[in-house]
């Protein structure tokens, strides 16, 4: 019998052990492979690389891959945990720790080629079902199915270099002692989790810190810049391990205390959690982590898509906003707002307002009379006394300097009040000073002539917009154009495909996280079936044991979601000043769902759970 036989042969008998790591390996492949088939399809070209866009789309795959490499590493470790006795009883033939590393190297890579070649067929089977979710999301026409060569040809290299490089340095934690103590002992005990109180208040100590130096915006840590965020993440991951440990062993000893303890199955229940504490504690720390990663992907990229076409209006307040600079012929712009109002025309109803301001192009400020202020359509018309000046937004999101305008050699004026909403494209000025038109007349600066036009149902306009651009474009030295039509339909395209990400990485982590559920419980499966077998001669009814396992998933499956929505509401409590209602609508629209499918979940682990344990 060759030594390939054996490993052969050592797979096939052995199956269930490794099923859960074949299938672990499969989904972090097969999740890769349809991101890629996605950011290499052919349309994706059309994205710049050095884009907003393009850098996310470049991250998210580094993300993805990275993600792939640490789930198949804790796969592995799971996966050699229960192979140790295995492994023992190849030792006590004779074979060598050098032998028994390279047997499972290459177990591993048998496994690892064939869920390399699974998840690709599957990839490609699923690929057409899935591109067609992404033409739908991303509102592309030409998103059909291509043969994605790339994607295959970089999903092999990436993930055989991976499990090569994974499993060469996991062999090297296979110890001939601990595999010798692990086979003499018929039971092996977990340790216990320590009590590290002062671990906790450092490690908060440290987040508070942090936090406050980022918010405060200190000079620290400005001088170090993104390593500052790097280190506060590290920080905050921290501080939810030791609180998890640490309030995992609390909740164990209140429970110990409780006169209910001696009650029916609370004392073997709670017994069972105080024995398997430290890998329970790990494994609601795993799923907590990810579920955090499925909000913040549900709640931030879910709800940016709902919020282009309030964000578009802040930026541009008009469907069509032309400007007629000093330069520009009276005859051609006559042409251009006569091309623009006949297009406008031919496709429903629009109003048009007709201003002016003048420029001071050096400082970016207009200044504008409070007749051709009210002109604007878009806003409350405001009263302004002979001495009085009103200032309006330039920028979006900035609050413009009130008092610049005392620089300038006018009468003296008092301040009025502040428009903050952008009564003109963003970024067209600074800032706009309203004065009275008598003052406003002595004014010696450039005027410029303001035509917008606001179109009903502007969200269904695209070519009409299209059709505008494509002749009455921006001329510096002529002519400024800006649409928020056009404006709307790039930025829903980009947050299109910021929703697609986000998508994608909640299927990740969700999936991940009852995955590593699967794993876990695979993994203890059969210490849980001798020990439920040996309870259960000595009484304990189906019915008992029933009780028992439902109590100890539903606190693996339900504890990190818990903390997880709590860690979420809190952190939107805290930021509520910044967050509008759709943020709020979409995450509880978010944890509702993701609820759900929990408690689905939850059914359905605890039914197949209980089958195994009974069989």
Excluded at 137 to 159: E, H, K, N, W
Excluded at 206 to 223: N, P, T
Aim: include cysteine; hydrophobic fraction near 50%.
């Amino acid at each position: 019998m060759s030594f390939n036989h054996i490993v052969f042969q050592n797979i096939l008998r052995d199956k269930s052990t490794y099923i859960s790591y074949f299938l672990s390996s499969v989904f972090s492949i097969l999740i890769f492979f349809l991101f890629s088939t996605t950011a290499f399809h052919p349309m994706m070209a059309e994205v710049d690389t050095t884009s907003t866009l393009g850098i996310t789309m470049m991250l998210a795959s580094f993300f993805i891959y990275i993600f792939s490499f640490v789930f198949i590493i804790y796969s592995l470790f799971a996966f050699l945990k229960k192979k140790t006795k295995t492994l023992g009883v190849f030792m006590m033939t004779g074979a060598s720790m050098k032998q028994i590393r390279k047997m499972v190297f290459r177990e591993n890579m048998l496994v690892a080629g064939a869920a390399i070649i699974t998840a690709i067929a599957l990839g490609l089977i699923i690929a057409p079902l899935f591109l067609m979710v992404a033409k739908r999301i991303l509102r592309a026409d030409s998103f059909g199915m291509y043969v994605p060569l790339q994607s295959i040809m970089l999903t092999i290299v990436l993930f055989a270099i991976l499990f090569i490089a994974v499993s060469k340095w996991m062999t090297r934690f296979i110890k001939k002692e601990e595999i010798v103590q692990l086979l003499k002992a018929d039971v092996t005990q977990e340790k216990l989790i320590a009590s590290a109180p002062l671990k906790l208040v450092l490690s908060v100590i440290v987040s508070a810190f942090l936090l406050v130096s980022i918010i405060k915006e200190m000079s620290w840590i400005k001088s170090f810049e993104s390593l500052g965020y790097i280190a506060l993440i590290a920080s905050l991951l921290l501080t939810l391990y030791f609180i998890i440990t640490q309030g995992a062993l609390l909740a164990i000893r209140l429970l110990q205390r409780k006169p209910s303890y001696f009650r029916k199955t609370n004392m073997l229940f709670v017994s069972n959690l105080k024995a398997k504490g430290r890998s329970h504690a790990h494994i609601i720390y795993l799923l907590t982590v990810l579920l955090l990663g499925v909000f913040v992907c549900t709640s931030v990229l879910y709800s940016s898509y709902y919020n282009v076409k309030e964000n578009t209006e802040a930026l541009y307040p008009y469907s069509f906003q032309y400007i007629s600079l000093p330069s520009n012929t009276s005859e051609a712009e006559k042409e251009d707002i006569t091309f623009i109002e006949e297009t406008l025309g031919k496709e429903g109803k629009y109003t048009s307002d007709y201003s002016a301001f003048k420029a001071d192009d050096e400082h970016r400020i207009g200044f504008m009379s409070v007749s051709n202020y009210n002109a604007l359509g878009l806003h409350k018309p405001i009263k302004l006394g002979d001495n009085e000046y009103y200032v309006a937004a330039g920028n979006e999101g900035v609050r413009p300097n009130t008092e610049i305008i005392h620089d300038y050699p006018y009468r003296e004026l008092h301040y009025a009040g502040l428009e903050e909403k952008n009564i003109l494209s963003t970024g067209l000025r600074n800032a706009y000073f309203i004065v009275p038109d008598d003052v406003y007349e002595t004014i010696d600066y450039p005027v410029y002539k303001v035509f917008a036009y606001e179109a009903d149902h502007w969200t269904d306009k695209v070519e009409v917009a299209e059709t505008i651009l494509s002749r009455v474009h921006t001329e510096s030295d002529i002519r400024l154009t800006a649409s928020k039509i056009d404006l709307y339909d790039a930025e829903k395209f980009v947050k299109s495909i910021m929703f697609f990400i986000g998508f994608m990485l909640s299927l990740i982590f969700l999936s991940a996280a009852m995955s590593i559920i699967y794993f876990y419980l695979q993994t203890s499966l059969a210490e849980e079936k001798e020990k439920y077998a040996g309870i259960r001669k000595i009484g304990l009814s189906v019915k008992e044991l029933s009780s028992v396992v439902t109590r100890e998933l539903a606190t693996l499956i339900f504890t990190p979601f818990t903390i997880a929505a709590i860690v979420l509401f809190v952190a939107m409590f805290s930021m509520r000043h910044y967050i509008s209602s759709t943020f709020y609508q979409m995450t509880a629209l978010g944890v509702g769902i993701f609820l759900l499918l929990f408690v689905i979940s939850f059914f359905i682990v605890r039914r197949s759970y209980l089958n195994k344990l009974a069989n």
